[in-house]
């Protein structure tokens, strides 16, 4: 899935939502999907680098991140840079691996 798709994905959702043909919880549920799918389904339109998908998996504090990277080194870099600006841990002592989705 491209960004324009997930983009025009949610806005149906919010719409749905505005218009009183979905819930929050119904919406919330969608929005997640939607981002879930592109980040596993994830299409680059510069063609220049290939990102995959990425999981944490290890300490509770990174477990189940995901995120787009061109491998597993800068799938670790990210992650570090997420737990680093969510915990007041420094990243390099939380023990994790990332595996691809």
């Known amino acids: 899935m491209d960004r ?8 149906d959702a919010i719409r749905d939502f505005e218009s009183g043909d979905a ?3 119904n919406t919330e549920r969608r929005v997640v999907t939607v981002l879930r799918t592109f980040a596993t ?3 680059t339109d510069t063609g ?5 998908a990425w999981k944490a998996v290890g300490d509770e504090r990174a477990e189940g991140l995901v995120v787009l990277a ?3 080194a800068d799938a670790r870099a990210r992650v570090e840079g997420l ?4 915990t ?3 990243p390099a002592t939380i023990d994790f ?5």
């Not at 324009?4 to 806005?11: D, G, K, M, P």
């Not at 737990?83 to 969510?86: C, R, S």
């Open 4 to 11: 324009i798709s997930a983009i025009r994905n949610i806005e």
């Open 23 to 25: 819930d929050l919880a």
């Open 41 to 43: 389904e994830f299409e």
């Open 48 to 52: 220049e680098e290939s990102l995959d």
């Open 70 to 72: 061109s491998g597993e």
């Open 83 to 86: 737990l680093a600006d969510a």
């Open 88 to 90: 007041d841990a420094d």
């Open 97 to 101: 691996s990332v595996e691809q989705v």
